[in-house]
């Protein structure tokens, strides 16, 4: 593994290290983002955050992504989407500079924006088919989830979707995913028609998809095999992945 770009910066150490044709994020030590141009999905966690737009009824042509890291969603996305308008918040300026730098993130209709996303989304007037909520903090090992007011949180993530959108959630574990849709399963249930769990066996993460419409009822993994024909992919990518319908 080499490592091609390695500064301490306003008190925190950014790294971004080649391995094979993956380039990694790691801030402070904490593992951020993978990209591989060749193969667009790994059947990492990332994945679980974009590919659940396979199954929403419209497909999206505009989305919200809090927490940008080197960009790995925005690139996964745009390559398997009609994006005509996508915004990517970070509140940290050195992953967009890395992201646009190293990880080439670089789109003509995604505008890289640095700003808290909690104060963003209060200024932002705009409706999103697609929102990620990937906010993390610089963890010892791993990045953290920051400390929200849930309720208040899911209303607000909520109310900036189009009527055909999804919310897709990174929680740190698949089990804190299943409790946070069970304290808020009324909510859930009167302003979606579907909530799934997605995970990736290599990672612990959970991540929780709210659509509110639904194309296909069939198992989701078999929605992303038709997708993933058309991209690279790891060979054993797709059996790392696993998904839960709740309702």
């Known amino acids: ?7 301490s910066l306003q008190g925190k150490t950014y790294e971004v290290r080649s391995a094979g044709a993956s380039l990694r994020l790691y801030t402070n030590g904490a593992f951020h983002s993978q990209w591989n141009p060749k193969k667009v999905f790994q059947g990492a966690v990332w994945d679980c955050l974009s590919l659940p737009a396979c199954l929403m009824r419209t497909p999206p042509t505009s989305a919200l992504i809090l927490g940008v890291g080197g960009g790995t969603v925005c690139h996964q996305l745009h390559q398997m989407m009609p994006l005509t308008r996508s915004v990517g918040i970070d509140i940290d300026p050195n992953h967009l500079f890395l992201a ?23 200024q932002d007037p705009g409706y999103y088919d ?20 849930e309720q208040p ?13 999804a919310l897709i959630q990174n929680h740190l574990e698949v089990g804190s995913a299943k409790r946070f849709f069970n304290r808020h399963r009324d909510f859930y249930q009167t302003h979606y028609e579907a909530i799934l769990i997605l995970s990736s066996t290599p990672y612990a993460n959970g991540i929780l998809i709210a ?21 690279g992919f790891s060979t054993r990518g797709l059996t790392q992945l696993r998904s839960q319908r709740l309702f």
Do not use: C
């Not at 646009?100 to 209060?122: G, S, T, V």
């Not at 659509?211 to 991209?231: E, G, N, S, T």
């Open 1 to 7: 593994m080499a490592v091609l770009f390695h500064q």
């Open 211 to 231: 659509l509110r419409q639904i194309k296909f009822h069939q198992a989701p993994l078999q929605v992303f095999r038709q997708m993933i024909r058309h991209h």
């Open 153 to 165: 949180w899911l209303h607000q993530l909520t109310e900036r979707l189009s009527p055909t959108g």
């Open 130 to 149: 697609y929102l990620v909520d990937d906010l993390f903090l610089d963890g010892t090992k791993d990045p953290e989830r920051p400390s929200l007011e």
């Open 100 to 122: 646009r730098q190293y990880f080439d993130l670089n789109y003509p209709n995604l505008q890289l924006i640095e700003a808290d996303a909690r104060h963003y989304l209060k």
